[in-house]
């Protein structure tokens, strides 16, 4: 079995623990009750990764915040390859994700209303791609599904909205996407999000004019992300409308702009 690595944050002491081993081990009911396991993906920055030993990124830094007030509940963070982030959850060995409520994840969690954070999806290519002028004309998703895509495994958004499209190969890591688009051996990476992009980018080492980018709102005018709980934990609707109810407060929305800020 690959060794893996663990990341856990507890709010209340603010110490972040690493462990090694093959997962957490299920508690019992009522300890449970009291423990929200968040997992979140170890390489999505900055939205959320793992760097020196301590779990960090834009979604554990607004989750922990408004879930620090929930009443007698200590929640804990998990940094995970994401295809496993997803399994655990649906397992019950982590309680929660962070992500795009796909059909397939609602079929085993719960997820509230009002949005973390919204991504807009944006295109990527490289800036010397005999096609860019095609890329740089699209208006219509029907002009896309000329090109080649290249995606990332596991990532249900892509496979839910754009699995009619004729020509786009999932590869097995982010980095490996751009590599694909730098070779032409894709035209095109729809990216929810050009700050995890942007920031992947820069840590390839690429220049940042050789793959440029272009908002892609005819792919989708915006892509809402929600903590989406097991639909087994106890307390599920309770966390849910708790957070609904943090996320519709008039400062709520100062304090994730200054929260994103941090990691741009």
């Known amino acids: 079995m690959n060794r893996r690595r663990r990341i856990t944050l507890s709010i209340g002491c603010g110490l972040f623990l690493a462990a090694h081993g093959t997962g957490i081990l299920a508690a019992d009911a009522s300890d449970r009750t009291h423990r929200l396991i968040i997992a979140y993906n ?3 920055a900055p939205y959320s990764f793992v760097e020196d030993g301590a779990i960090k990124g834009i979604l554990p830094d607004i989750l922990n915040a408004l879930l620090a007030n929930m009443p007698d509940l200590k929640t804990e963070s998990v940094g995970l390859p994401w295809r496993r982030v997803q ?3 649906r397992a019950g060995i982590a309680d929660a994700l962070c992500t795009f ?3 397939e ?3 085993f969690t719960l997820f509230h209303k009002v949005p973390v954070v919204t991504l807009q999806p944006h295109l990527f290519f490289a800036a010397d791609n005999p096609v860019r002028k095609t890329i740089e ?3 219509r998703r029907e002009e ?3 090109l080649r895509l290249v995606d990332l495994k596991g990532n ?3 496979e839910q909205n754009l699995k009619d499209f004729p020509s786009i190969e999932y590869v097995p890591g982010h980095d490996n996407v751009f590599k694909m688009i730098m070779a032409r051996r894709g035209d095109v990476h729809v990216s929810l999000s050009p700050i995890v992009t942007k920031w ?3 840590k390839l080492g690429l220049p940042p004019d050789q793959i440029i980018s272009k908002p892609a709102p005819f792919v989708a005018a915006e892509v809402p992300f929600h903590l989406l709980i097991r639909k087994t934990h106890p307390r599920a609707a309770e966390i849910l409308k708790h957070l609904d109810d943090m996320l519709r407060k008039p400062g709520t929305p100062r304090l994730i702009e200054e929260i994103t800020q941090q990691y741009l």
């Open 200 to 202: 992947r980018i820069k």
């Open 87 to 89: 399994a655990e959850v």
């Open 156 to 158: 249900n958004w892509a």
């Open 144 to 146: 896309l599904m000329k």
């Open 101 to 103: 409520a796909s059909a």
């Open 137 to 139: 004309a699209i208006v």
């Open 42 to 44: 170890d390489d999505y």
């Open 105 to 107: 994840r609602q079929e």
